[in-house]
């Protein structure tokens, strides 16, 4: 599969799954010292040609001011990590669930054998693109797949945007069994 389909693939799959809404999140992936990354603003589920914007890692050049606003992370994870693919998602169940805690912890089986130590959730002042933002995350993922901003989204990381896509989904599917137990275990609702 070739990079834009690769990256059209992981865009409709993240949408139609409910983990975006239709300008949000943004994906990207490592070329030797270069990373292809979405424009800033694009749907990721209609993405073109035109929409992947190759820049350097280190350093700025003419088409960094046409990369998604979340650049500065992914340029430190890869600085930082061996991940060859980041998806930046914004996953309602998941966004919910970081307001009330530092860690998302699954109750389900499948999610405990994927996140057995659950996944940390790092809290910033700016959430949205910031340098604050890329010096929280890094760290996190070198030891999780994927980690949630507070009150904003996920960063995952892999070998493939299609297994950061894993992880994202796996963790909203354990935020949502999470929301549901807590509903259905309330006598009240």
């Not at 949000?24 to 929409?51: A, K």
Request: one cysteine or more; hydrophobic letters at 40%; aromatic letters at 6%.
């Amino acid at each position: 599969m070739n990079e834009i389909q690769s990256f059209q693939k992981v865009g409709v799959d993240l949408f139609t799954a409910g983990l975006n809404n239709s300008h949000s999140g943004n994906m990207s992936m490592r070329l030797n010292r270069m990373l292809v990354i979405t424009r800033t603003s694009s749907m990721l589920h209609r993405l073109e040609h035109g929409d992947l914007i190759e820049t350097l890692i280190d350093g700025e050049d003419a088409a960094t001011r046409l990369a998604s606003r979340e650049i500065p992370v992914h340029r430190a994870i890869y600085r930082t990590t061996k991940a060859d693919a980041v998806v930046h998602a914004h996953p309602p169940h998941v966004v919910a669930l970081s307001l009330s805690g530092n860690c998302i912890q699954p109750l389900d089986a499948e999610g405990a054998y994927y996140f057995p130590m659950g996944i940390p959730v790092v809290a910033v002042r700016n959430a949205v693109g910031s340098d604050e933002v890329a010096g929280a995350v890094p760290p996190v993922l070198k030891q999780f797949p994927i980690v949630v901003v507070k009150g904003h989204g996920t960063f995952s990381i892999g070998e493939t945007l299609e297994e950061c896509l894993h992880w994202t989904s796996c963790l909203d599917n354990v935020a949502k069994i999470i929301l549901l137990t807590r509903q259905y275990s309330d006598p009240g609702k």
